[in-house]
């Protein structure tokens, strides 16, 4: 199960290949995401689980953060470097 600030890579989608942070747990099915757009070019939106694929990375956010919230984790953890590339995805 996704928890909320944990970085994830799109894999279905116009935001395939994208990274994003989950900003809460709908149900078992849904989550929300965000890149946020400035960074990843992710927008934020309702996303299921299975077009989500986790990464090991989290950073520490609370749940519905605004973008401006996520964007500071990020640079706090230091992932804004790998985050603002995109990622090749295989099917």
């Not at 395939?16 to 849904?30: E, P």
């Amino acid at each position: 199960m996704l928890e909320v600030g944990r970085v994830c890579v799109k894999n279905a989608g116009r935001d395939a290949g994208c990274f994003c942070v989950v900003i809460d747990v709908l149900d078992d099915n849904f989550v929300m995401v965000t890149g946020p757009k400035s960074l990843t070019g992710a927008r934020r939106k309702k996303c299921n689980i299975k077009h989500l694929e986790p990464t090991p990375h989290k950073v520490k956010i609370k749940k519905n953060a605004s973008d401006e919230e996520v964007l500071n984790a990020i640079k706090e953890a230091k992932l804004e470097e790998v985050m603002s590339k995109r990622v090749g995805i295989q099917l």
